[in-house]
């Protein structure tokens, strides 16, 4: 046979099961072109010229990866319902003479043919697309560009030489199947029901175990830097238990109604139970795969949705001044150089000092225990792994200065503490500090006083105001004896916080604060000692100056990059959710043709065959979203710790964001299942042949 007819038989199979072959060749084009996006925006030489661009793209640079991952993943599976509908046509024509060898050489055609229209297709649209992309991305980091597009050959050739290799694989796994099965399987493939797997009822109390675990690890985590690993653990649960219980539990419950007869002796109940109870196996994979993609869109558009649009309360938090100056010297008086340059800057812009805040701050850090706070005296080497969920930060001031920053008159006693838990939870009346003593502790409503680091910071931290600054310098001396005796634990210092607001704009500020960085600069000898904290003292303060306009641009690059990555992470999820659906549904209804014609010829009518198909649709194919939201409802608390790690403190925003991206995914759940039913009942009741 000459290559030109196997070409011609590839492209015929093709056409032939277009409602097969069609969504999945959509779906490759849709996966390679935002594989090409994300990619060429990671490499994007137009970002450079926007301030947070690289931030962004970093952000971009591990979507690559995600997409390259779940397309291997999400491909190789879809492919298998295209392998299971062709077996019989495949038997057929090995049954009239054609060998396996033949046979290959069709699948390998077939296998190029789509590999080139997916591929061209998928690039001619990410080129086209990228700059819409480009354009959306830039205008999140407030920049701007032109309307030229842009054609990069390395996204090209990288994505090109991924999806060929992928494409290469599904054509390795589609031979292997044609060589091991026998031509009388091929023509009965798809009337070979599946056996119900074994001790289905201890898979199912596994399952629901598991999941009840995976659940309980998000409800009770407390600490938001314990709720990082927790939700890496919780995933890894959720998704074993989701499989073992669709894919056993469903057995489990089919059985159950089985049992029931009153609901199990009825015309629309009896033909869809007993057809769905013996292939669940694979029909559980297939809603349990649903469940875990139509999560993964929900938690990941929810959450980055909810950072993105508390980007600005987020940069007031974390920058409570325009510009914020931090000073470590062992006499403050040799502080006031600074401040005189910041005056002198700030008339020469004809600009003035508002909302002055003025105070000195010790921070540390340690591991807590309960009640007890133990400075770290022995390096990170010795640090357990259980002291990791324990660290904490901590921030120190007197009560004058406290006093001076609230407008109050607060007043305390010799032995006790006012505390403030920020990012962490603290539940007892006393605190003992190693080392240096133990006093009682007074919550507080509300921060002492402002601090950005503490916001910054992915650990938790407690504001505390002590009565003096005695007491400040005695945890300072002894922290800093540990220090000397440990060459790997840095010295800590009381430091000056000043920080003051401006009336002008961003660009405005940005010049002052250069001016102020560069003058400060040239009085210690040079900027290398800017933001250097830890360094061993010298004859000149070590300073640390922030600005909110600068900062801005970080955090919108932070949030927008991670909203623009939730985006399209959330729609290639979209697809995979939308195919498996549509897959599930068609092939079920090839599957169960013959079975609904026979009821049909026997006097079964069309509306009973409607009612049989809604019975299965109402018992099983809802299960998934139903179960993505119950997932979604006992992480809410999980992914609410890490997102305030992130600076997201709002949680009822949190909450409405969530539940109206569950609305909208049950509409877009509802109107993809009305489209797929449509076809899975043209082609049950005989009105399309095969």
Same mark, same amino acid.
């Given at each position: 046979?000459?290559?030109?007819?196997?070409?011609?038989?590839?492209?015929?199979?093709?056409?032939?099961?277009?409602?097969?072959?069609?969504?999945? &060749?959509?779906?490759?084009?849709?996966?390679? =072109?935002?594989?090409?996006?994300?990619?060429?925006?990671?490499?994007?030489?137009?970002?450079?010229?926007?301030?947070?661009?690289?931030?962004?793209?970093?952000?971009?640079?591990?979507?690559?990866?995600?997409?390259?991952?779940?397309?291997?993943?999400?491909?190789?599976?879809?492919?298998?319902?295209?392998?299971?509908?062709?077996?019989?046509?495949?038997?057929?024509?090995?049954?009239?003479?054609?060998?396996?060898? /033949?046979?290959?050489?069709?699948?390998?055609?077939?296998?190029?043919?789509?590999?080139?229209?997916?591929?061209?297709?998928?690039?001619?649209?990410?080129?086209?697309?990228?700059?819409?992309?480009?354009?959306?991305?830039?205008?999140?980091?407030?920049?701007?560009?032109?309307?030229?597009?842009?054609?990069?050959?390395?996204?090209?050739?990288?994505?090109?030489?991924?999806?060929?290799?992928?494409?290469?694989?599904?054509?390795?796994?589609? &031979?292997?199947?044609?060589?091991?099965?026998?031509?009388?399987?091929?023509?009965?493939?798809?009337?070979?029901?599946?056996?119900?797997?074994?001790?289905?009822?201890?898979?199912?109390?596994?399952?629901?175990?598991?999941?009840?675990?995976?659940?309980?690890?998000?409800?009770?985590?407390?600490?938001?830097?314990?709720?990082?690993?927790?939700?890496?653990?919780?995933?890894?649960?959720?998704?074993?238990?989701?499989?073992?219980?669709?894919?056993?539990?469903?057995?489990?419950?089919?059985?159950?109604?089985?049992?029931?007869?009153?609901?199990?002796?009825?015309?629309?109940?009896?033909?869809?139970?007993?057809? =769905?109870?013996?292939?669940?196996?694979?029909?559980?994979?297939? @809603?349990?795969?649903?469940?875990?993609?139509?999560?993964?869109?929900?938690?990941?558009?929810?959450?980055?949705?909810?950072?993105?649009?508390?980007?600005?309360?987020?940069?007031?938090?974390?920058?409570?001044?325009?510009?914020?100056?931090? !000073?470590?010297?062992?006499?403050?008086?040799?502080?006031?150089?600074?401040?005189?340059?910041?005056?002198?800057?700030?008339?020469?812009?004809?600009?003035?000092?508002?909302?002055?805040?003025?105070?000195?701050?010790?921070?540390?850090?340690?591991?807590?225990?309960?009640?007890? !706070?133990?400075?770290?005296?022995?390096?990170?080497?010795?640090?357990?792994?259980?002291?990791?969920?324990? &660290?904490?930060?901590?921030?120190?001031?007197?009560?004058?200065?406290?006093?001076?920053?609230?407008?109050? /008159?607060?007043?305390?006693?010799?032995?006790?503490?006012?505390?403030?838990?920020?990012?962490?939870?603290?539940?007892?009346?006393?605190?003992?500090?190693?080392?240096?003593?133990?006093?009682?502790?007074?919550? @507080?409503?509300?921060?002492? !006083?402002?601090?950005?680091?503490?916001?910054?910071?992915?650990?938790?931290?407690?504001?505390?105001?002590?009565?003096?600054?005695?007491?400040?310098?005695?945890?300072?001396?002894?922290?800093?004896?540990?220090?000397?005796?440990?060459?790997?634990?840095?010295?800590?210092?009381?430091?000056?916080?000043?920080?003051?607001?401006?009336?002008?704009?961003?660009?405005?500020?940005?010049?002052?604060?250069?001016?102020?960085?560069?003058?400060?600069?040239?009085?210690?000898?040079?900027?290398? /000692?800017?933001?250097?904290?830890?360094?061993?003292?010298?004859?000149?303060?070590?300073?640390?100056?922030?600005?909110?306009?600068?900062?801005?641009?970080?955090?919108?690059?932070?949030?927008?990059?991670?909203?623009?990555?939730?985006?399209?992470?959330?729609?290639?999820?979209? !697809?995979?959710?939308? @195919?498996?659906?549509?897959?599930?549904?068609?092939?079920?209804?090839?599957?169960?043709?013959?079975?609904?014609?026979?009821?049909?010829?026997?006097?079964?009518?069309?509306?009973?065959?409607?009612?049989?198909? /809604?019975?299965?649709?109402?018992?099983?194919?809802?299960?998934?979203?139903?179960?993505?939201?119950?997932?979604?409802?006992?992480?809410?608390? @999980?992914?609410?710790?890490?997102?305030?790690?992130?600076?997201?403190?709002?949680?009822?925003?949190?909450?409405?964001?969530?539940?109206?991206?569950?609305?909208?995914?049950?509409?877009?759940?509802?109107?993809?299942?009305?489209?797929?039913?449509?076809?899975?009942?043209?082609?049950?009741?005989?009105?399309?042949?095969?």
């Amino acid at each position: 046979m000459r290559g030109g007819f196997y070409i011609r038989l590839a492209k015929d199979g093709i056409m032939k099961n277009r409602k097969l072959y069609f969504p999945y &060749i959509l779906t490759c084009i849709c996966m390679i =072109m935002m594989f090409y996006i994300v990619y060429y925006l990671g490499f994007s030489a137009d970002f450079t010229a926007v301030r947070g661009g690289d931030m962004l793209q970093s952000f971009l640079g591990m979507g690559v990866f995600v997409i390259a991952i779940f397309s291997l993943i999400f491909l190789y599976y879809t492919n298998s319902f295209l392998i299971r509908r062709r077996q019989k046509e495949f038997g057929l024509y090995n049954i009239l003479g054609m060998g396996k060898r /033949n046979l290959v050489k069709i699948l390998i055609w077939e296998n190029i043919l789509t590999a080139l229209i997916s591929i061209l297709a998928g690039l001619v649209m990410g080129i086209l697309f990228s700059k819409l992309a480009e354009l959306a991305a830039i205008r999140i980091l407030g920049g701007e560009t032109g309307f030229s597009i842009r054609i990069e050959s390395r996204p090209i050739i990288v994505a090109s030489v991924l999806f060929l290799a992928i494409f290469f694989l599904i054509m390795l796994r589609m &031979i292997f199947y044609i060589f091991r099965l026998r031509p009388a399987e091929m023509l009965k493939s798809e009337n070979v029901g599946e056996k119900p797997p074994r001790a289905n009822w201890v898979l199912a109390l596994a399952g629901a175990v598991l999941l009840a675990g995976a659940y309980y690890l998000a409800v009770a985590v407390i600490d938001p830097m314990s709720a990082i690993v927790m939700f890496l653990v919780a995933v890894v649960m959720v998704i074993f238990a989701t499989y073992l219980l669709f894919i056993s539990g469903s057995v489990a419950l089919c059985r159950l109604l089985q049992k029931n007869k009153r609901y199990y002796y009825k015309t629309k109940h009896f033909v869809s139970l007993s057809s =769905m109870v013996y292939r669940m196996k694979r029909n559980g994979a297939g @809603l349990a795969s649903i469940c875990i993609l139509s999560t993964m869109v929900l938690v990941t558009v929810s959450s980055t949705v909810c950072l993105y649009a508390q980007t600005e309360d987020a940069i007031q938090s974390r920058y409570p001044h325009d510009i914020t100056m931090e !000073f470590r010297s062992a006499d403050y008086r040799e502080t006031e150089p600074y401040k005189e340059i910041v005056d002198d800057v700030l008339e020469e812009y004809s600009e003035t000092a508002e909302n002055i805040e003025d105070f000195h701050v010790y921070s540390m850090a340690g591991f807590q225990s309960g009640n007890e !706070f133990r400075l770290s005296d022995g390096g990170l080497a010795e640090m357990g792994t259980g002291d990791v969920d324990s &660290i904490r930060s901590v921030y120190m001031i007197s009560l004058e200065d406290y006093n001076r920053l609230s407008g109050e /008159n607060a007043e305390m006693s010799e032995g006790e503490f006012l505390l403030y838990p920020f990012k962490a939870e603290y539940d007892y009346d006393t605190i003992s500090i190693a080392g240096c003593g133990a006093w009682n502790v007074k919550l @507080l409503d509300q921060p002492p !006083f402002p601090d950005g680091t503490a916001q910054a910071n992915v650990i938790g931290a407690y504001f505390i105001v002590v009565k003096d600054m005695s007491v400040i310098r005695q945890i300072e001396e002894y922290r800093n004896s540990l220090a000397k005796e440990d060459g790997s634990i840095s010295l800590t210092y009381i430091e000056e916080s000043y920080g003051f607001d401006l009336a002008c704009g961003d660009e405005k500020q940005t010049e002052i604060y250069n001016t102020i960085l560069e003058r400060i600069g040239k009085l210690t000898g040079g900027e290398e /000692n800017a933001g250097n904290k830890t360094a061993d003292a010298v004859d000149y303060p070590h300073y640390y100056i922030d600005s909110k306009a600068g900062g801005r641009t970080d955090l919108i690059a932070i949030n927008g990059g991670l909203f623009f990555l939730g985006v399209l992470l959330g729609a290639v999820f979209l !697809f995979g959710t939308v @195919l498996i659906m549509y897959y599930k549904q068609i092939s079920e209804g090839y599957e169960d043709q013959d079975r609904f014609d026979i009821l049909m010829k026997v006097g079964m009518s069309q509306k009973e065959v409607k009612q049989s198909i /809604n019975s299965q649709v109402l018992t099983v194919f809802f299960l998934p979203l139903v179960m993505a939201g119950v997932h979604l409802a006992f992480a809410f608390p @999980l992914i609410s710790k890490i997102l305030l790690l992130m600076s997201a403190t709002e949680e009822s925003l949190l909450i409405i964001v969530t539940v109206c991206c569950y609305l909208v995914f049950t509409i877009l759940y509802v109107i993809v299942y009305n489209i797929t039913s449509k076809g899975y009942y043209g082609i049950v009741s005989g009105k399309e042949k095969r």
